[in-house]
């Protein structure tokens, strides 16, 4: 018995202004199944059930990259995408697999997931992602990774001051680093705008929306990278979660 993904074309449309073609339907109905089954052997999810796994998981990957319903305009023409921390591939999953045009870097530091995710992109034929196995801290000092994005992705990993540290200094001038949150406080806002001067950024924007199925809030944070970000960031692995900025 296969687990059917609802289509919510009508949902997509209304909140998106986007639906999936037959095509793509079909990719995130196999990457369901693939999930699911790779979930025996790794731990890649607690979101199994059809509906969740819709909204949690690919509705909120892309709602991300579309406030105002409208696809931001750092994914236009073959931007280059990079999503840090991926995990079992969101959001940079199905972002890959709406953005066809995009150039998607999947980073995760646990070499067990990144295989799992290579094995995803070859059985759905997506060709425009590619993987890495490394930490933010890291590759935000790689002359190949440092100010080489047009849109930094992150989603569940860390607060927003760590994650504005490990996605700024990866963004070109210019650059957009979306992140991705549950809830969301005015005095969060003053400590991460402090934060983001120090690296070379600005909050753009704070968008707060309703989950379509579920009702619950959560919050986007965009960050737009507007000087240099200064050498010494990424600070050292572990340093940016233990002293946060």
Not at 57 to 62: F, N, Y
Not at 141 to 155: F, K, S, T
Not at 159 to 186: F, M
Request: proline fraction near 6%; aromatic fraction near 6%; charge should be positive.
């Amino acid at each position: 018995m296969t687990n059917l993904l609802p289509e919510m074309a009508e949902t997509w449309q209304q909140t998106l202004n986007w639906q999936p073609n037959q095509q793509q339907q079909q990719q995130f109905q196999q990457l369901y199944e693939l999930i699911l089954e790779g979930n025996r052997q790794l731990n890649l999810t607690r979101i199994t059930e059809p509906e969740e796994f819709w909204e949690k998981h690919l509705w909120d990957s892309l709602r991300g990259i579309t406030p105002q319903k409208q696809i931001i305009p750092s994914f236009s023409g073959n931007a280059s995408v990079i999503d840090i921390g991926t995990g079992a591939g969101f959001p940079g999953v199905p972002v890959a697999i709406t953005m066809g045009k995009c150039k998607i870097t999947l980073v995760d530091s646990t070499r067990k997931k990144i295989n799992f995710i290579n094995e995803i992109l070859t059985k759905l034929t997506v060709t425009n992602a590619k993987t890495v196995i490394g930490r933010a801290e890291e590759i935000g000092h790689h002359p190949q990774h440092r100010e080489n994005y047009d849109v930094a992705l992150i989603r569940a990993v860390g607060s927003a001051i760590v994650c504005a540290e490990y996605t700024l200094p990866l963004l070109k001038h210019g650059g957009l680093a979306v992140i991705y949150r549950g809830n969301w406080t005015e005095e969060e806002t003053k400590s991460l705008q402090n934060a983001v001067k120090k690296l070379g950024g600005k909050i753009s924007a704070i968008d707060e929306f309703i989950t379509p199925l579920t009702n619950s809030i959560r919050h986007c944070l965009y960050l737009q990278k507007i000087v240099k970000t200064p050498d010494n960031f990424p600070r050292p692995v572990g340093i940016p979660t233990q002293k946060p900025l």
